[in-house]
């Protein structure tokens, strides 16, 4: 059994009559059960409580326990989505004996259900190689609707390299979905650094056709051209996944991620792109990767995921 259902203790937070808070929100579902009935705008969490992506990319172990750190924090939150919204917890997905593949299989066919159920999915993780069950699972959920996808991955690497004697890990899953995907595939990163991507991955980047803006040009001063940058990627495609990595971001405001580095994007930058491309109304589907609690100070990056994930989904449910 590769699924774990949710521990509703994780869901705690002030007491109050009405609904005021995440917590008093979220159902946990047993034995990923989705609910199919409920027409009212819902969001769907999912864990990932894996890191053999991780380890296999030789980064810093831990990212297993970030999904639960993420729900803690989320229970604690006001909750400000429209009256009739709720919170489907499903619990994780983890990887047994390190059979990453199959926990990536069981991924997608839940993020098709969750598609085709009309929840917006929140998957939790987790290493990135989520991104790759992920995508994959949006890629089938579109695919009989003809609509073109676009990926944005919020981070400081393009995670574009190769495999590695076959094996996909947490830098790999973009370079996995250009190949599974060559006619179609349409990814634009931000925020990358080019002190931790070498000229290798640019020159990969090139041949996948991916767009992207380096960390210097990733600033609020540069906001126009940004924007203008984002908007082009937005009209042309249909719906748009997004893709969060923790260490994208300062260490300063996330220490706790499995690849810390000082020159990130701070928050309230990023949270202007959340809204822009909530907006859009194209957003369909978002992750929030490479939370490491093993690293972090005070819950400072499990509280900033969370963060996250809330901002986007209240922006997204706010326009349905």
């Not at 499903?90 to 990887?95: A, M, N």
């Not at 996330?254 to 020159?263: E, K």
């Not at 194209?282 to 900033?304: C, G, W």
Request: hydrophobic share 40%; charged share 25%.
């Amino acid at each position: 059994m590769l699924h774990q259902n949710p521990n509703p203790s994780l869901w705690t937070g002030r007491k109050s009559e009405t609904i005021e808070y995440w917590h008093q929100a979220a159902i946990s579902v047993r034995d990923l059960k989705l609910d199919e009935g409920q027409q009212t705008p819902k969001v769907g969490i999912l864990g990932y409580a894996g890191e053999e992506g991780v380890k296999r990319n030789q980064g810093r172990l831990g990212t297993a326990e970030g999904p639960n750190a993420i729900r803690k924090s989320l229970g604690m939150l006001a909750f400000h989505l429209p009256e009739k919204s709720r919170i489907f917890d499903y619990g994780d997905i983890y990887t047994e004996n390190s059979d990453l593949e199959s926990s990536h299989d069981l991924i997608t066919k839940t993020v098709i259900e969750l598609l085709e159920t009309k929840h917006f999915p929140i998957l939790l993780g987790g290493g990135h190689d989520l991104a790759l069950a992920h995508g994959r699972g949006i890629y089938q959920h579109l695919a009989s609707k003809n609509q073109k996808l676009g990926i944005i991955n919020m981070d400081a690497h393009f995670d574009l390299r190769p495999t590695i004697d076959g094996l996909g890990h947490s830098g790999s899953p973009f370079l996995q979905l250009a190949q599974e995907n060559p006619d179609t595939f349409q990814y634009l990163c931000l925020g990358v650094q080019r002190s931790v991507n070498p000229k290798s991955l640019f020159k990969t980047a090139d041949e996948v056709g991916a767009k992207w803006m380096v960390m210097e040009d990733f600033r609020l001063n540069n906001w126009e051209v940004i924007q203008e940058k984002i908007l082009w990627f937005l009209d042309s495609v249909d719906k748009i996944y997004l893709s969060v990595d923790m260490d994208g971001f300062s260490s300063a405001f996330a220490p706790g991620v499995s690849a810390p580095s000082p020159m990130g994007f701070r928050p309230e930058f990023a949270f202007k792109v959340f809204e822009l491309l909530a907006s859009s109304k194209k957003l369909i589907s978002m992750d929030v990767v490479e939370l490491n609690p093993a690293f972090d100070h005070d819950h400072a990056t499990a509280r900033l995921a969370a963060r996250c994930a809330e901002y986007v989904a209240r922006k997204v449910l706010g326009l349905l």
